[in-house]
């Protein structure tokens, strides 16, 4: 059973003779969430109103982890800080296998231009000192409140399930920080380890619906940051300088012949040159060039042999020129994100039974990455990660560009997304932990 309730919270009031979260029948029993009552989808409701309008910017989300620690105490659920700003909750109830459950809580340094009457007008500050504006425009409040909403409710109907869930509440997910500082600050010395880890993340697709991928799930990220050293001159003695910027821009446009000339046709991988700085005045031949590279593979291979290329050609480039050493720095990586294939078809099966054999498609892996893969990996077992829409049909059909994550537009429709959500995390914990 879980732990007694925490004196310090208490559960919202619910209908007379119901527990809180409860379900009709045996919905939940079958792993189906379906008939969330109206009290308790009201209550979710506000909560994602509050979050989305107070986020907090990644590894600084420190209001956010409260208000997850008392909702998990009023929920008599056991948590603990972990990673700095990040929570865990353990729910215990008898015994049977574990299973761990990965919402990440951080927003982003956006001004949000949405529209909504409990839009964010939070602002935050980056590493760097900047001021900036914040918003949750990658969704993480809905992924924070469907698995405080689902965590509710299994809490309220024990009698359908046993094992142990560990809730995990990750924070600096952008800054691909966070998984790893959970890791490090031994999540899995102080909760129980799961032999599974499941995840999900709202998309542009339409709401009520889930895509999800066999095997790659989305792909590794590797940032660096380029810095070029020339020698400086004024712009009508070319002949006495090293021109950083002519030697970066070769560098840039041969970058680009990695994906092109040297990796299988039939293997995926990007490369990206995102900015490039140089110079302070036109008749000026700067000192030195700076640009930053992101790089997404699926494949550990490929990525290896994508990050050998980016280093040959980077030096390669420079030994030609004359130039000094470039010095090539990495800013973050992100780890593989892979759907065990025999867990993933049996959740493919859990899922268009709670939702609908139309509601569930199979879809190729994508190329943005996500740091949940890090959780699995530091022990050695089995993730699967999946995405819910967030957009309506009619904006779907509009004919207007489709608002998408981290856009100052982003804004998922609350129902059925959030439902959507409850929806798909207790069919996946419950696949495991049903009776």
Not at 250 to 261: E, G, K, P
Not at 265 to 277: D, E, I, Q, S, W
């Amino acid at each position: 059973m879980p732990e007694k309730l925490s004196q310090r919270a208490t559960p919202p009031a619910t209908p007379p003779g119901t527990r809180p979260g409860s379900l009709s029948g045996d919905a939940l029993g079958a792993g189906l969430s379906g008939q969330l009552s109206d009290e308790l989808r009201g209550r979710m409701h506000s909560m994602y109103k509050h979050l989305h309008a107070n986020p907090e910017l990644s590894m600084q989300e420190h209001a956010t982890a409260r208000f997850i620690a008392e909702r998990l105490d009023a929920l008599g659920i056991g948590n603990f800080p972990c990673g700095g700003t990040g929570v865990v909750g353990v729910l215990r109830n008898g015994e049977g296998p574990v299973v761990g459950f990965r919402a990440d809580t951080d927003g982003l340094p956006i001004l949000e231009d949405t529209g909504l009457d409990y839009a964010s007008t939070a602002r935050g500050v980056l590493a760097d000192g900047t001021g900036v504006p914040v918003m949750h425009g990658c969704g993480h409040d809905t992924h924070v409140t469907t698995l405080l909403t689902a965590a509710e409710l299994l809490a309220g109907a024990t009698e359908s399930w046993r094992g142990t869930i560990v809730f995990i509440f990750q924070p600096g997910e952008e800054t691909a920080a966070g998984a790893q500082a959970m890791v490090e600050d031994g999540i899995w010395d102080k909760a129980p380890q799961p032999e599974i880890i499941f995840g999900q993340h709202v998309m542009g697709n339409e709401a009520g619906t889930i895509n999800i991928s066999v095997g790659n799930a989305m792909a590794m990220a590797d940032s660096l940051k380029v810095t070029v050293f020339g020698r400086q001159s004024h712009g009508s003695q070319p002949q006495v300088a090293i021109d950083p910027i002519v030697l970066g821009a070769q560098m840039v446009l041969r970058l680009q012949t990695i994906v092109s000339r040297e990796i299988h046709p039939l293997k995926a991988a990007v490369v990206t040159v995102g900015t490039f700085h140089a110079g302070l005045k036109e008749n000026i031949i700067p000192a030195t060039a700076e640009f930053t590279l992101n790089i997404r593979t699926l494949e550990p291979d490929v990525r290896a042999q994508v990050l050998a290329a980016v280093r040959r050609i980077i030096l390669a480039e420079a030994e030609a020129s004359g130039a000094p050493q470039p010095e090539i720095t990495e800013l973050y990586t992100f780890p593989r994100n892979y759907n065990e294939p025999a867990d993933t078809e049996e959740l493919i099966t859990a899922f268009r039974a709670a939702l609908g054999e139309d509601r569930v498609a199979v879809v190729e892996p994508m190329m943005g990455s996500e740091d949940f893969g890090a959780f699995a990996e530091a022990i050695g077992v089995p993730s699967v990660y999946w995405m819910f829409g967030g957009m309506s049909r009619e904006v779907l059909d509009s004919g207007l560009p489709v608002p998408m994550n981290h856009s100052p537009f982003f804004a998922p429709v609350i129902e059925p997304t959030l439902s959507t959500g409850v929806q798909a995390a207790l069919a996946a914990i419950l696949s495991k932990l049903g009776k």
